[in-house]
C-alpha cells in the first residue's frame, strides 16, 4: 500500500478554540492519513446484504425487533395495558420507523458526499473514502428498505414539511451542518443499534441488519468527527454558534419525530396520546439521552454545547441539566 500522499503538515496537531464556556483544545489528524485508514477498515470489513443476511429467517410472532426498553412506550402505562403480541408489533413498527427514517438520513448524506467530493481533489484518499461511504450508504439504504419488505411493512414518509425540507438541505454547499448533521443521526441510532444486534432475544434478521450497519457507521462517525475538527478549528465564533445553535434545533425535531405515529394507531392507541406519554416518560427521556450521549460528548469538545445551544439540548431530554 503506499504511503499516504504528503501534504507538508504533521500527522496530527491540536489547535484551540475559544467559545463562551471557555477554551477548547482539539486534537487533528491529517485528512489523508485519516481516509487512508479508513479505507484499510473498508476493505476489510465490508457487507454484501444481498448474501450477508439471511432475509429468509423465519419471524418467530413472540420475539421483539429491539430491546423492549428501546420503545418508546416502555414502563409508561400505555406500554402497561398492551398485550405480549402487541408490545412485540410495537417494537416491530418502530424498528421499521427508525430504518425509513435512516434511509430518509441516508438520502440525504449521499447527496452531501457526493457534493463534498466534487470540490476536492479527486485523486486523494479523502475524496476516495467519501465516495466509499456513498457506497456503504446505498447498501445501507437498500437493506433498510429490504427489511420493512421483510417484516410485511412499507416505509414511513416524513412529515410533508419535513420531506420537502429535505429536498432543500443540499441546495447549498455547507459542510458544518453536513458532517454535524450526519453524527446526529449515527450517533444515536448507533446507540440504540449497539444494544440490539447482541442481544440474543431479538429477532435474528433484526440482529444481522444492525451488526452490518453498526461495523460500518462506525467508520462514517469517525470520518465526519475528524473532517468537523478541522472546519470548526476555521469558523468564525458567530458561525460556530449558528450551527450549534441549528444543531441542537435538529436534534430536538429528530427526537420527536423519528417514530411515525402510525406506530401508535397499529396498536390500537390514539397516536397523540401516545407521542405525549413517550415525550413526558422518564424512561424515554433517559433512554434519549443515553443514546446521544456520544454525540453530545463530541459537540461539547468542539464548542456546539455553547450558550443557547445548550439549553435547547437540556429543555429537549437530549442533555443532562
Ligand atoms: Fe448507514
Ligand atoms: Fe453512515
Redesign the pocket.
Known sequence: MPAPATTGRPRTWTAAIRCRDGDHTLELTDREVVAERLLRTSRKHSFDPDTDVDWDAPQDPDRFYMPPQLVSLYETPLWDGLTHRRRVELSKREMCSIASFGIWS?LQ?MQGLVGHAYRQRYDSGHVAYALT?VA??CR?SVMFGRMVRTCGLRANRPHPLEYQAGKLVNAVYDPIPMFAG?LL??EFTDAFQRLTFPDEEIQPLIRQVTRI?VI??AR??KYAREELKRLVVRASPARRRVAAYALAQGARLISARFIDPSCYTAVGLDPKLARRVAARSPHRRATMTWSFRKCTDFFDEVGFLDGRARTVWQKAGLLDA
Request: avoid cysteine; hydrophobic fraction near 20%.
Open positions: 441516508e448524506l461511504e456503504d450508504e445501507h450526519t443521526v449515527e450497519h460500518e457507521e462514517h462517525i
